[in-house]
């Protein structure tokens, strides 16, 4: 999850006297750009929700998950396509059977708020802004929802393990603001907690929805061009006949969530350099080949952590003998600036060991999890393959 930086900000343009929410932006590590999550937060709270706004969200957050994405709802798509999740494309949503959508209420509040002509443009300006923005609707344990009306709360940031939720029930005119509370995890896990907070995985395509869009597992390689040979002594025979095999990751088990549960998911990104399908049998050959970085992201929802997840995802899809080392490497995505890790891929011939020099990119503000070269011996021949890896255990598999 992104780590964010605190910002000093000054009031924003939508404040209004008479409104009743309050959106003057303090310093805070919950802010995201110019918007405030826990603004968001109180006027979704004070909006005549009903349950079919409940079950717009639902939708939603339902869609998402079933890409492969967290529990989330982006306010790109409320605003702009209500009911879409993550990963959905815009004409299989719901949007169409929702009588009065959230982007609705919302619009209709603010209109009521902010009367003048420049309320109202400041008003149309902030749902644009809002639009543009990354936050969205976290709805943890969302699968198990039974109806219950929600606790609106947001992420205060510093991993913070509680906060204040407005309670939402039952009114006159719709869903209304009940009272405050505290918000925990152990809440979020037995009735309907929406968390406001800002969207770190839609820029990635998880592996869950490669197997969805292209209907069996698939891996995404990344060539790298920057590449270079250096050799080694190695007393290690050649094997030019290797048959071929593929590798594959089989299931994951997390042993601790990352980050604080108002963040949502772990998303962990699995990267493995090699060089795939090696097959060289003269020093000609050798000018053939460049590693390539096999690179995908699982995302693991809170509620299936120190649960064994099966993937089934292609790592090598030709690991012969002659592969030595590959590098491996597992990172919890927390965002920053682009950096790499400078390792190698070592090949066997001519009873020597090759490394093909490779740099595997992650983020630096990323947990890294596990890092470093899995040597040929450490996979069975035929049959799985079970490691601890930092706080993941898994299971590969040749076949």
Known sequence: MKNFTCLFLSVMTIVCSCTSVPLVQESSQE????????????LLSELPLGEEQLNEVYDAVSSSSGNGYDEEYLMSDLLTCPGKGVGEKADQTKAASYSSPIKDLMSNYLAEKYTTKGGAAEA?????????????????????WNGDFPIITFDPGYGAESNVGY????????????????????????????????????????????TKANGAPTVSSLSLSSSSLSPSLSSSPSSSSAKKRQLLLQDITLLRNFDSWF??????????????GFKATSDEDLKLYSPSVTDFVIVIKRKYVGTKVPF??????????????????????????????????????????????????YRDKDDIVWRGQLDHSFFNE??????????????????
């Open 312 to 361: 089934e995802s292609i790592l090598l899809t030709d690991f012969t003998d002659q592969m030595e080392k590959l590098a491996f490497l597992l990172v919890e995505d927390d965002g920053g600036t682009t950096t790499s890790w400078k390792c190698s891929a070592v090949v066997k011939f001519k009873s020597k060991s090759w490394g093909f020099e490779i740099d595997i990119p």
């Open 124 to 144: 149309v300006r902030y749902l644009e802004d809002l639009a543009s923005s990354d936050l969205q609707i976290y709805w943890p344990y969302s699968e198990d």
């Open 31 to 42: 802010d995201s750009g110019t918007l405030s999550r826990s603004q968001l937060a109180r």
């Open 263 to 276: 963040g949502g998911a772990s998303e962990i990104m699995v990267k493995m350099g090699a060089v795939d």
């Open 167 to 210: 309670r939402v029930g039952r009114g006159p005119d719709g869903l209304r603001v009940v009272d405050s509370l505290i918000v925990t995890e152990e809440i979020a896990r037995q009735t309907a907690v929406w968390v406001i907070n800002s969207n770190d995985d839609s820029a990635f395509t998880p592996f869950d929805f490669y």
């Open 382 to 399: 035929d049959g799985q393959t079970i490691g601890r890896f930092g706080d993941a255990i898994i299971t590969f598999r040749t076949e």
